[in-house]
């Protein structure tokens, strides 16, 4: 059983930027990959970021577009997503899942979720 708990949400102007922490517990996260997705008000949950076990590949959604930038400490059994230049429609719940099978950029093929973090974003 893997415990994932996310953190560093909060609100921010447009603009802004925050940095959002992963913590896992339980199972090998060092062999995981690891996604983070986010669900917006009335939104479905959707694919943001994602990085491989040893964290040399990185795969992003379009829409992140340069903003975005996913990292991870296998010592510290953490992954990051730094966000930059936020706009009011990043706005939503931040959540981060063991990838186990199939696309990454799929939620289907996540095991284990955290509770989520929220990002509100003014303008």
């Known amino acids: 059983q893997v415990q994932l708990v996310e953190s560093g949400g909060g609100l921010v102007q447009a603009g802004g930027s925050l940095t959002l922490s992963c913590a896992a517990s339980g199972g090998t996260f060092s062999s995981y990959t690891m996604g983070w997705f986010r669900q917006g008000p009335g939104k479905e949950r959707e694919f943001v970021a994602a990085?491989?076990?040893?964290?040399?590949?990185?795969n992003y959604a379009d829409f992140v577009k340069g903003r975005f930038t996913i990292s991870r400490d296998n010592a510290k059994n953490t992954v990051y997503l730094r966000l930059n230049s936020l706009k009011p429609e990043d706005t939503a719940v931040y959540y981060c899942?063991?990838?186990?099978?199939?696309?990454?950029?799929?939620?289907?093929?996540?095991?284990?979720w955290g509770q989520g973090t929220q990002v509100t974003v003014s303008s």
């Open positions: 899942g063991v990838h186990y099978s199939g696309a990454y950029v799929d939620s289907v093929g996540y095991r284990y």
């Open positions: 990085i491989n076990w040893i964290g040399n590949t990185r």
